[in-house]
Nanobody
Framework: DVQLQASGGGLVQAGGSLRLSCVAS????????IGWFRQVPGKVREAVAC???????YYDDSVKGRFTISRDNAKNTVYLQMNNLKPEDTAIYYC????????????????WGQGTQVTVSA
């Protein structure tokens, strides 16, 4: 049974930092891509960053230079380091696992974690 557990969200002031973690279980983690997405009420879930099994990365333009995605295969964990946070980064952040490739397309992901709330105050 594949499970993803996202954590690390919280309340932070603008300009602050948070590190999100996504721990996977139930499969050989290092064979798959992981993506971080975020969603605010009334809007579609959008891609933030993703990382392929070979370490190649993708970032949405809105987070380039501020967020860094990385993976530790020994710990079955992907991290999203978020620096210089802005109020518009406020959302529920989800991690997803794609069995085939790293992509910014939400509908291609096969498994999802439960989400972690990130709130950035002005």
């Amino acid at each position: 049974d594949v499970q993803l557990q996202a954590s690390g969200g919280g309340l932070v002031q603008a300009g602050g930092s948070l590190r999100l973690s996504c721990v996977a279980s139930g499969l050989s983690f290092d064979d798959y891509a992981i993506g971080w997405f975020r969603q605010v009420p009334g809007k579609v879930r959008e891609a933030v960053a993703c990382i392929a099994k070979d370490g190649a990365t993708y970032y949405d333009d809105s987070v380039k230079g501020r967020f860094t995605i990385s993976r530790d295969n020994a710990k079955n964990t992907v991290y999203l380091q978020m620096n210089n946070l802005k109020p518009e980064d406020t959302a529920i952040y989800y991690c997803g696992l794609d069995l085939f490739r790293a992509t910014e397309h939400e509908d291609e992901y096969d498994y999802w974690g439960q989400g972690t709330q990130v709130t950035v105050s002005a």
